[in-house]
């Protein structure tokens, strides 16, 4: 009973972990569409 309760909690943990960079992911493209909307500054 115990290594199945074990079981269960490192798969919540995966899920967990997939949500995290699944969010990461999300913020950095919402910042590169924030990003490319500007434009580029042509003085060097």
Do not use: N
Not at 23 to 38: D, E, N, R, T, Y
Request: aromatic share 6%; hydrophobic share 50%.
């Amino acid at each position: 009973m115990s290594a199945q309760r074990g079981l269960v909690l490192l798969a919540r943990g995966g899920y967990a972990a997939r949500g995290v960079v699944y969010l990461i992911i999300g913020l950095f493209a919402v910042l590169a569409a924030q990003g490319s909307s500007q434009p580029a500054d042509s003085h060097s």
